[in-house]
Every structure is written in C-alpha cells, then in structure tokens.
C-alpha cells in the first residue's frame, strides 16, 4: 500500500464521518456518535502508524494539482498554481498526532456529556467537520488551502459555539466568534496576496526558498505583509484587541470549549504564526516585535480578568487567552519553537481542565459558578486528581510539563528582552494565582449549595479521558516533543538530554536563572491564592481592591468599549447604507425604471382608441404623408 | 369641348376623396363598406381611363380592372358576411360600438 495515502484518509475520514451522519444517520443517536468516535479515533491510529512508518522527516509536499491560471511564461507576469497538498514536516506530523490525539479524548468524552441533549447526531457532525477543518490547516501545504480550512473552521465554530441556538446567549456567541475573527481574517487574506504578488507562488516550500535566496525580496513590504499575516493569527487565537470573542465562546457545549481551547481553533493562529515563520523573520522586518508586544499585552490582560472571573469555564477561558498570548509572545521572541511546544502541552493540560470542568458541571446540574460549589475533592476524586493534575502543569510546577514549556518560553524572553520577561514571569505568578483560587473554591473547603452536597462522580466514558489527558499534562514535557520542533526550527536551544534524568532537570542546567525564578513565582502565586481563598466562603478580593476589582470582573469594559465605538459605528454605517439602498437604489434607480416606463406605457395607450375610424384615418395619413414624400 | 385624360383622373381623385372621407366619416359599417367600394371604383376608372389614352393601346388596364371587380365581389361577399354575423351578435352596425380593441 501506498504510505502517502495514510495522511489523506487522516484528513478525510472525519470529513467522511460528518457527511455521512448529516445525510443518513440524522435519527440514530447512537450510531451518529459511533460513526464520528470511529473517524476520528482511526485518524488517531492512522497517524500513529503513519509516523511510526515513515518517521518524522524529512519534510515533504504530497500533493495534486489543484487550479491553474495563466501561463508562467506570460509577459503580465499572472500566474498562479495552487495544489491541494498535505505538508509533511515534523510540525504538521506532531500536530496531526495532537489534534486527532486530543480530539479523540474529547469525541469519546461527548458521549458521556451529551448524552441528554436532543441535537446528539448534529453535535457530533459538527464535532467531525472541525476535526476536519483543523486537520486541514495543520497539513495544508500552501496559503490558499490555509485559508480555506482556516474559514473552515470559522465556520464549524461558529455551529458549535451556537450549537444551543434556542439559547440567545449562544447564538449570538455563535455570532461574534465568526465575525470577530472574520475581522481578523480580512487582514491576513490582504497578506496572503501581498504574498502571492511578491512571489507569484502561494506554496511554503517556494516562498522559503524564495526568501532564503532573497531574504530582502519583500522589500519595504516586509513588515506590513507579516503584520497582515499576523492579523489572522490575531483574529483565531484571540490575541488583544480581538480577544473578545473567546470567553463569550463558553456559551457552547463544555467539550467544544475544550476542542477549541485545547487543540483547534485557537491553537490554529499560532500554528500559522509558526508555519509562516520565515517570512516574519526577515531582517529588517520589526512584525515580531509587535507580535511579541501585543502576545505579552494579552497574556497579562487576561491573566489578570481570569483572576476576578467566578464562571468556571470563564476563569478557563482567560486562562487559555494568557497562555496563548504566551504562544504569540515566544513567536515573537525568535522562537518558534518554545511556542510550539507550550502549544502542544498546553493542549494537553487544557483539554483536560475543560473535561474536568465540564465534569463538575455535569455532576452539579449545569451549575458554573465556583462560589455554589465547594467540597467536591470527595464527592469527585478523579475529576479532582486530574483537574489537579492539569492545574500543576498549567501553573508550570517542576516536573509537569507545563514547567517545561513555560521555561522555553520565559528562556526565551529573558535572552531577547527584559521587559517581556518580567512580564511573563508576573503572568506565571498570575495564572497559578487564578488556578489555585479556583481549586480552593471549587473543591476544597465547604459545600456551598445544595447541588455540590448531591454531586457524585462522572460515568466513565467521561473520566477515562480525562484519566488519559492527565497522564500527558504530566509527562508532555519529557516525550521528546521539543527536540521534534527542534528539528523544524534550527532554534537557538534545545536541551538534548542524553538520559531521562537529565532531561528532567534540564531547565536548571540551560538557564537555572529563569527556572529557579519562573518556579519562585509559581509558589508566590500559590502562596498568595492560600492565604486568601484556603477557608473563604467570599469572595475577600473585591473588598481590598474595589474599582479595579470590578474593572477585572467586567473584563476591563472592553465588550462595552467595543459596544459604543466599533457596534454603534457600524451600526450607523449599517444605517447609512440601508438609507441608500432604500431610496437610492430601491427607491431612485428601481423604482425610478419602473415608474418611468408604466408612464411612458400610459402615455402611448392614449394613442389605441379602439375606433377603427381613427386608425383608418390614420393610416390615410401615412399614406398622404408617403406620398407626399415620394412625389415631392 | 374635349374630354382628355384629366377630365377621368379629376373625377376619379373626386371619387377617391368621396370614398375615403366616407370611410372616416361615416358611422354604419354598411354605409363605410359602400365608401369603399367606391375608392375600389375610383381606382378602376382611372386605370381605365390610362388604358384608353395610352399610346400604344395596351389592354393591361382594363384586364386588371376585372380582376379588381372580381376580387371585390369576392370581398364583399366575405364583408358582407362579417358585417351580418357581427350584428347578429351585437344587435349593431355602428363602429363607435365596436371598440372591444381597446383595452
């Protein structure tokens, strides 16, 4: 059999599984959710063996032709070839594995939480196309099949963000995901043909090896075309100013919440930011250094909002916007790499803090507010242990891969730029901060409603995923995965540990410095988080901190910001052209046609009477006035 | 006094004139079918009347003038039909009544 074909059933089958569902199995529940489960776990398998075979290297294009148009001959110099391909590096290969990985746990995970709702089939067609849409960024091989997946899964997030759609809170989530990020995908469509008219190639591989040839090949357009690039990433990783969209997302299904956070969607952008990586890094193009800015400025943002926030999956959602304004900031340093990797172990730990979550709001009813919960750590000891497990490793305690990632990154920071760093030390504070307060509230102490008293553990097709994903959020850091993306990216360090023990403390060895002081700041945070919220049944914070406290709890007014600038400009832009359309267009142009020629039409019947007498006499008429002509 | 060709073509323009101020004029389907009739008859003489003053004593004119006669027959037995039919129908011969063409 023919290896290279493995990556493309990978791509398709969930595709399959979704097509499938919506035509035949609308009515079967059961076998909707198998089909779907099936698709994406053998993707899961298929890659696995697929990578197993053929190994990580060496980077590849597997591809057929997809649309030509012109002639690479002609003079005007119009010519484009676009392939529908599947690139095959170490980056998409790990991110396959990652996202049919994560997906899979999530899929079997759906069936437990689901399992109530009436819309089964619909959901996990929805679930089965953003696989498939993810599938399709993390392996296409050229800018406009990038961006027809990355509206893809616009599109599939918008359906399952809004999947409650009799709910208005989800719908128009549902709404503003799309748009927001739309917004953001504007720009970076005007990069891609800034692209494609620099280069007159939309493929990765050419535009490399164009620029390495020429690395000033962009010329003054470097910067501009990076930036609008970056605008895409800005808009599906949710990165300031567009970051709105993302907690309003948690209107969706819990295990979307978690797809989305952990392993689509808004690991796409920065997935692109390190896929076009080359042409962000050119000399004399200052795009990182506004990535790296606006990535730190969010991470701090939203760590600080998170802190604040009393909705469960709200305090997740900032946390996962700070962890990727992380992701952006360590692109923006230089390294790729460190991203990367922060990406892929925070998929992991994000994944299952999202399970956990949902689990527990599961078992309580819907319930989301930390401050109805309470003392769940003995009615729920897995989804305790793992949620726990997943906290350590987003708060970045050694030995949990959270740790790992964050030192590549904070590394990374401290070599380029001090300011950055510090920041991203005081987020790490921060995030174990917002982490351990909600740990406090939510499982430990005493129950504060009746829903925690009565709440018991998850069935186990819900709590064997989150089993699975906390084995990764512990050991993600150690499996090898940065030296995978080191092979991608030449960066600048990558521990090469010779044996697993120097592996484990490989951190301390690099940059002790950074390490010793990143886990100084996650013992502050935790510190801090005891002595405020060890016994608390209030919250003590809004009390000590007052105006900013509020400011935090209503996200510092951005979506009232937006409300009265952006929404009331567009709205009366909106005004302005329905004004247009209804009297300029519909009202002159249309209406004008049509009235002009029923007159015209009035007019002319005058001429019919009806009376044979008249038309005889005027045919007697024309017949004088020929002959008048002709005779003269 | 000597009658030449213009003395024939005078009255058959007279005759034509007559007939086609008939046919606006008058109001009786019957009385603007004699009108026409009487254009038909003003156009016969004058090909008559051109048919005995050519030069060359050409018969051309009064052959054509039996077969306007003929066709006219013809015609007016059709017409006359209509004229009946449409009066049966509505118990009228004047045309102010027949405006069904306009809308």
């Given at each position: 059999?023919n ?13 399959l ?9 609308q ?32 980077a590849?294009?597997v591809?057929?032709?997809w ?9 005007s ?36 939480y ?24 993390v ?6 099949e990038?961006?027809i ?16 759609f ?23 469509l ?16 050419l535009?490399?090896k ?8 962009l ?23 567009l970051?709105?969209?993302?907690p ?17 969607m808004?690991?796409a ?19 990182l ?17 998170a ?6 999956k ?50 309580l ?9 309470g003392g ?65 509230v ?62 484990l ?18 013992f ?22 007052g105006?900013l ?31 247009f ?16 020629t ?10 019919q ?24 | ?10 009255v ?8 086609l ?21 003003a ?10 003053f ?43 009544d027949?405006t069904?063409?306009?809308l």
């Amino acid at each position: 059999m023919n290896l290279d074909l493995l990556p493309w059933a990978v791509l398709f089958l969930p595709l399959l599984a979704a097509a499938f569902i919506t035509l035949f199995t609308q009515h079967n529940r059961k076998l909707s959710a198998g089909l779907s489960i099936g698709a994406v776990v053998m993707s899961f398998v298929l890659s696995l063996i697929f990578v197993s075979v053929n190994g990580w290297g060496p980077a590849r294009d597997v591809f057929v032709s997809w649309l030509t148009i012109g002639d690479p001959q002609a003079a005007s110099g119009l010519y484009l070839q676009v392939d529908f391909g599947l690139r095959l590096d170490p980056l998409s290969l790990l991110m396959m594995l990652l996202v049919t990985g994560v997906a899979s746990a999530i899929h079997i995970y759906s069936w437990g939480y689901m399992s109530e709702d009436r819309g089964f089939p619909r959901y996990f067609a929805c679930l089965s196309l953003f696989t498939f849409s993810m599938l399709g960024i993390v392996l296409a091989n050229n800018f406009l099949e990038l961006f027809i997946f990355w509206e893809l899964v616009g599109v599939s997030s918008y359906l399952l963000i809004g999947f409650w759609f009799e709910r208005p809170a989800a719908a128009d989530a549902g709404k503003k995901a799309f748009i927001t990020t739309r917004l953001g995908d504007f720009g970076f469509l005007l990069g891609i043909l800034t692209v494609w008219a620099t280069f007159g190639s939309l493929k990765f591989e050419l535009i490399e090896k164009a620029l390495t040839a020429n690395p000033q090949a962009l010329g003054a357009l470097a910067t501009t075309a990076g930036l609008l690039i970056f605008c895409g990433a800005m808009g599906k990783s949710a990165q300031f100013p567009l970051h709105v969209w993302l907690p309003d997302a948690m209107e969706g299904p819990t295990p979307v919440s978690a797809l989305i956070h952990a392993a689509t969607m808004v690991a796409a952008g920065v997935y692109m930011l390190c896929r076009v990586f080359f042409l962000l890094d050119i000399p004399g193009s200052h795009a990182l250094e506004v990535v790296a800015w606006i990535g730190g400025f969010t991470a701090l943002l939203s760590a600080v909002i998170a802190i604040q926030q009393n909705d469960i999956k709200r305090i997740l959602a900032y946390s996962t916007l700070s962890q990727l304004g992380y992701m952006v900031m360590a692109v923006g340093l230089h390294g790729p790499a460190p991203a990367m990797f922060h990406l892929t172990t925070h998929a992991f730990f994000k994944a299952l803090l999202f399970l956990g979550a949902g689990s527990v709001i599961v078992a309580l009813h819907h319930e989301q507010d930390i401050w109805k919960m309470g003392g769940l750590r003995r009615k729920m000891p897995v989804t305790f242990w793992t949620f726990m497990a997943g906290t350590l490793a987003l708060a970045g305690l050694w030995p949990f891969s959270g740790f790992y990632s964050k030192d590549g990154i904070l590394a990374q920071a401290a070599e380029h730029s001090l300011p950055l760093y510090l920041l991203g030390t005081a987020v790490a504070a921060l995030t174990t901060f917002y982490m351990f307060r909600l740990i406090f509230v939510a499982f430990l102490g005493a129950q504060r409603s009746d829903a925690a008293g009565h709440a018991h553990e998850s069935p186990p097709v819900m709590a064997w995923p989150l089993r699975l994903l906390a084995v990764f959020s512990v050991i993600g850091g150690l499996i090898g995965v940065e030296q995978l993306y080191g092979k991608q990216f030449p960066a600048e360090h990558i521990e090469q540990g010779a044996s697993f023990i120097r592996e484990l403390v490989a951190p301390f060895i690099h940059a002790p410095g950074v390490a010793t002081f990143g886990l100084l700041m996650v013992f502050l945070g935790f510190a801090a988080a005891w002595a405020l919220y060890r016994n608390a049944t209030s919250d003590p914070l809004p009390e000590k901190l007052g105006a900013l406290s509020r400011a935090m709890r209503n996200r510092f007014y951005f979506d009232e910001l937006y409300e009265a600038t952006v929404i009331r400009l567009h709205d009366f832009l909106a005004a302005v052209a329905d004004w247009f359309d209804r009297w300029i267009i519909a009202g002159f142009a249309v209406r004008g046609t049509h009235g002009t020629t029923e007159l015209a039409g009035r007019a002319l019947r005058l001429l019919q009477t009806g009376n044979l007498q008249t038309y005889a006499f005027l045919f007697a008429l024309g017949v004088a006035l020929v002959l008048y002509l002709v005779l003269k | 006094m000597n009658v030449g060709l213009e003395h024939y073509l005078v009255v058959s323009v007279l005759l034509f004139c007559l007939g086609l101020l008939g046919v606006i004029v008058r109001r009786n389907l019957l009385v603007i079918y004699m009108s026409l009739e009487l254009m038909l008859n003003a156009a016969n003489l004058a090909l008559v009347a051109f048919s005995r003053f050519s030069d060359t004593n050409s018969l051309d004119g009064q052959v054509f003038v039996f077969f306007i006669i003929t066709v006219a027959a013809a015609e007016v037995s059709v017409g006359l039909a209509l004229i009946v039919a449409l009066y049966r129908r509505r118990q009228t011969a004047h045309v102010e009544d027949l405006t069904t063409l306009k809308l």
